[in-house]
């Protein structure tokens, strides 16, 4: 798994590369982590458009993402999910939840 970041106008890119897995879902963790504790993004990107695959801890990686985004304020959306990570994202019924840009929750 490679996470490139790219900072556009008021939004944070995550550019995902190779596999979201069980022995991957920690550098996306740290990597969220790391760009909302930093930058604090108005809206944070999760760019899929070259994850190979997606098996349900990568899933729970990207739930965990949107959840944490949204606690602090940020917006959150998965742009770009092709392949089996689109098929994967359609049949747990969460790709219009992910792909839809997500306002931050009120507090």
Known sequence: MRITTR???DAT???L?????????????????AV???????RLVIDAEGLAFCDSSGIHALMR???RAQRQGTSF??????GIARRTLE???LLDVL?????????
Do not use: Y
């Not at 590369?17 to 982590?33: E, H, I, K, N």
């Not at 959306?77 to 092709?82: H, I």
């Not at 792909?99 to 507090?107: F, G, I, L, M, N």
């Open 13 to 15: 890119r995550l550019v």
């Open 65 to 67: 993402a949107r959840d």
């Open 99 to 107: 792909t839809t840009a997500t306002p931050p929750a009120e507090s």
């Open 77 to 82: 959306v998965v742009a770009n999910p092709v």
């Open 36 to 42: 909302l504790t930093t930058t604090r993004p108005r």
């Open 17 to 33: 590369a190779g596999d979201l897995d069980m022995a991957t879902t920690a550098v996306l963790d740290d990597s969220v982590a």
């Open 7 to 9: 900072h556009d106008d």
């Open 91 to 93: 049949i747990t019924g």
